[in-house]
């Protein structure tokens, strides 16, 4: 199993990102997908997740709401995190993770986005 996450950065505080996260080699069925990040010092917190076996449905942390969005395309297996009005605050790794219906879950190996002011 393969997360290859891209997209991360360095951008202006307003600016946009927009995150990939591609799997490959699962073989059972993927019930979610999603997106934490970790900053210097804190801890890993959810950012983002859209549930595979419930239409699509998706949250988010309150921090992001209104400013990203998550979406995926099935037929790739990828997952994707749009990030606009980026702030300082979202300065961190961000990790794709992968939720099969075998409840295993597989994590990507972290893009960093960085946020100048």
């Known amino acids: 199993v393969q997360l290859v996450e891209s997209g991360g950065g360095l951008v202006q505080a307003g600016g946009s990102l927009r995150l990939s996260c591609a799997a490959s080699g699962i073989i059972f069925s993927i019930n979610a997908m999603g997106w934490y990040r970790q900053a210097p010092g804190k801890q890993r917190e959810l950012v983002a997740t859209?549930?595979?076996?419930?239409?699509?449905?998706?949250n988010y942390a309150d921090s992001v709401k209104g400013r990203f969005t998550i979406s995926r395309d099935g037929a790739k297996n990828t997952v994707y995190l749009q990030m606009n009005s980026l702030d300082v605050e979202d300065t961190a790794v961000y990790y794709c993770?992968?939720?099969?219906?075998?409840?295993?879950?597989?994590w990507g190996q972290g893009t960093q986005v960085t946020v100048s002011s």
């Open positions: 993770y992968v939720d099969t219906a075998r409840q295993t879950r597989y």
């Open positions: 859209i549930s595979i076996r419930s239409g699509g449905s998706t």
